[in-house]
């Protein structure tokens, strides 16, 4: 676990995606870049050295499943681009969004969140919390007053995921933040869908900020991975957790992603200028029915989005006319898209919820969530703009013709 040990000026985000974890490090044998420290164990010549440093009161490691020199320079770059205290992390996304739930509620706490989170999320909050006496809440995602209601009733943890997966939703952060900090709740942001670059969770007050690191932070869909940040005592408590249960981040996973984060920058400008050209050409197609993406102004949440982002994201969900058969039809015609279960990579990736996002529920579980079965999640790459509009036209005038 890495935390903040001075209040230098923090320098531009592009800056510290590239230097952070990694500055004035004396490497080894001054290799410029860090090294992959696969080693289990670290050993010490004398018995007190060793006891300072595993009782905490000495810098240095003791064993991998606890700590690792690879792992804290990727937890401290996630840990200055989200400007926060301490930063943990994880083996995997879930593993982040699970530990972290799991070790701060307890039997007979309540937690409220939003219908409209990642499935796996969901599943969470739906079945295995509740086997715990853990109450759980789950608010219609646009109805502030709502969601502040059912905070006023007093909860353990708010936790809010914005954007949304799939739905692009976008919840006021401030506002909802100020609700659970009147109520002493813990309040956990997903940032996954907005990455650094885009929203800092913590600027609005959050506690604690989450990642699946897998997606934009690594980029390239090879290392998988999750973090939080936050406050270093909360930090502190869910690594105690992480560290005994031993969902811990593998270092050559974090090597991997460390090398993505130095362009997180430079693609994430890329995805949110291509998504919302892309955004805007859908909005206009015929055989498109609705084009969910908080960059257009037709957006339910734009302004909140305007506010609170600094670009709008990747990814974007379209709404195909007719049923789960365009969907079938339309999907495999694209030429520049993956059909997989990912996101955030530098290809452009596509599928509908029923294989990515939501494959745990039931269609009409999907239905109930607002989630039709012929919307698509379209994960926008890197890719030429012009070349990806073309495509998903050929492959939208293709489907309409074949289904008529």
């Known amino acids: 676990m890495t935390s903040n040990k001075n209040d230098q000026p923090k320098p531009d985000l592009n800056t510290l995606a590239v230097w952070a974890g990694e500055e004035n490090k004396d490497f080894w044998q001054r290799s410029t870049q860090v090294p ?11 018995l007190d050295t060793w006891y300072e440093v595993a009782t905490g009161n000495e810098t240095g490691h003791i064993y991998s499943r606890n700590t690792n020199p690879t792992v804290d320079a990727f937890e401290e770059k996630v840990r200055q681009l989200e400007g926060a205290e301490a930063c943990t992390s994880f083996a995997t996304g879930m593993a982040a969004i699970s530990n972290t739930l799991f070790a701060l509620l307890s039997p007979g706490d309540r937690v409220v969140s939003v219908k409209d989170t990642y499935g796996g999320t969901n599943e969470v909050f739906t079945k295995f919390l509740p086997r715990l006496n853990i109450n759980v809440t789950l608010c219609d995602t646009t109805d502030h007053e709502m969601i502040e209601q059912e905070v006023a009733k007093g909860c353990k943890v708010l936790y809010l995921e914005t954007p949304t997966n799939p739905t692009l939703k976008v919840v006021d952060l401030e506002r909802l933040i100020t609700a659970g900090h009147a109520v002493g709740a813990t309040v956990v942001v997903d940032n996954t869908f907005a990455t650094p670059i885009n929203t800092n969770p913590v600027q609005f007050g959050a506690d604690l900020v989450v990642h699946s690191a897998t997606k934009f932070m690594g980029g390239h869909a090879d290392a998988l991975g999750g973090v939080i940040c936050g406050s270093k005592d909360l930090v502190q408590e869910v690594f105690h957790y992480r560290e005994i249960t031993g969902a811990t981040l593998h270092p050559m996973s974090a090597y991997m992603l460390l090398r993505g984060l130095k362009t997180l920058g430079l693609r994430v400008e890329r995805q949110n200028d291509n998504a919302l050209k892309i955004a805007r050409f859908l909005k206009g197609h015929p055989f498109v029915k609705d084009v969910l993406y908080p960059g257009l ?36 015609r694209l030429n520049y898209a993956h059909l997989a279960a990912n996101l955030g990579t530098v290809e452009t990736v596509a599928g509908p919820p029923r294989t990515t996002s939501h494959v745990e529920v039931t269609p009409e579980q999907r239905a109930a969530l607002g989630i039709p079965e012929s919307l698509i999640r379209y994960s926008v790459g890197i890719e030429c703009v012009d070349d990806l509009i073309a495509d998903l036209s050929q492959a939208l005038d293709y489907t309409s013709g074949k289904l008529k």
């Open 36 to 46: 992959v420290v696969h080693s289990v164990s670290y050993g010490y010549k004398d």
């Open 297 to 332: 102004e037709s957006h339910l949440h734009h302004e909140i989005a305007k506010k609170q982002m600094r670009g709008f994201g990747g990814v974007l969900s379209i709404i195909l006319n007719g049923d789960f058969e365009s969907v079938k039809t339309f999907l495999p």
